[in-house]
């Protein structure tokens, strides 16, 4: 008898999750409403249409809940298209940990203040969207960020130095924008990890902070701004630095004098004012890219390791430089 009871019990739950799967929902009832308020405030677009309010927000596209208290922890809408502002509602998640809006040509405005509640987040990647507006100052207070992604948009104004309080960052981008101002010094004093740095294609100007000698970039690309003065601070034999694109700046200094770290495997500095001769000491490490091209290097290039690996792209228009791959030297 108590057998069939049970059965009988548990059919009947069945049933009813079947007719009413708001029953059978794993989905938090006050995420479940955030989200249906933000689909709607970018007008009930395609790539959402997944988010009906009879059904598990769990099972919904673009979002992911925690496996164990079935909270909204990821909010990643990477392709369809959404238009308009990042509505405060987003803030509204506190359980977030990763938070992306990416290839979202319509997604305009600025960053959205609110992402400041988001004390939890691991992840924020904003990127090729048409946001405006300058790197918010509030984006230092959310302590638990691994990685920032800012770039491919349509950013102004200077970088806040608060960022280098941001004391777990893996990697901060912020290239392909329209920042301007110098890199801040702070940047030279990272309080926890030293982040991968792409600050790439804007229009900095100044000279890289002489701070820069007490950190150990794996990659940094600083490409394509107005920097000025001497990148040799970034070097350094006892640092660990595996990739620098200096390329398409206004740099000038003697690169015979400078100290590369042994680990260093890709150089591009191409387009500046450098000087002097490509050190001997390049022939001991393993280069996978070099690029010296347009400046004022003059000698012979070194024989040995990878230099004569690469084409004579990778070494002509300087002053008089000259050994293969390039003519001879007279």
């Known amino acids: 008898m108590e057998l069939k009871f049970s059965t009988f019990l548990s059919l009947t739950l069945l049933f009813s999750s079947v007719l009413n799967p ?75 940990e990763t938070l992306e809006f990416h290839k979202q040509p319509n997604l305009t405005g600025p960053i959205q203040p609110a992402i400041a509640k988001l004390k939890g987040l691991k992840s924020l990647r904003l990127s090729w969207t048409n946001l405006s507006g300058s790197v918010p100052d509030f ?59 792409y600050l790439s294609h804007n229009q900095l100007s100044g000279n890289i902070p002489t701070s820069f000698a007490q950190m150990d970039f794996t990659s940094i690309d600083l490409s394509r701004n107005k920097l000025e003065g001497d990148a040799s601070v970034i070097f350094g034999l006892n640092k660990t630095t595996q990739i620098v694109d200096l390329s398409r700046n206004l740099l ?38 070099l690029n010296v091209s347009y400046n004022m290097l003059c000698g012979q290039i070194p024989v040995g390791g990878k230099l004569q690996s690469f084409d004579e792209y990778s070494y002509f228009h300087n002053r008089c430089l000259c050994g293969a791959p390039l003519p001879s030297c007279k």
């Open 22 to 96: 708001a029953l059978s929902d794993l989905c938090n009832l006050d995420d479940k409403k955030v989200l249906l308020q933000i689909k709607k405030a970018f007008g009930d677009p395609y790539v959402l249409a997944s988010w009906k309010s009879d059904t598990d927000c769990c099972d919904w596209y673009c979002v992911t809940c925690d496996s164990t208290t079935n909270r909204i922890n990821s909010l990643t809408i990477f392709a369809g298209q959404v238009s308009g502002q990042i509505p405060a509602l987003v803030g509204d998640l506190p359980y977030l």
């Open 139 to 197: 984006l230092s207070q959310l302590k638990n960020l691994t990685f920032l992604d800012l770039s491919f948009n349509n950013l102004t104004g200077a970088i806040p130095s608060s960022l280098s309080e941001l004391p777990n960052l893996g990697a901060l981008r912020l290239d392909r924008n329209k920042l301007t101002g110098h890199i801040p010094m702070s940047f030279g004093q990272f309080i926890g990890n030293v982040p991968d740095l």
């Open 252 to 289: 000038e200094f003697n690169l015979s004098k400078v100290e590369f770290p042994t680990s260093l495997t890709s150089l591009d500095i191409n387009h500046n004012k450098i000087y002097g001769s490509i050190p001997v000491e390049f022939t001991q490490l393993n280069f996978q890219f």
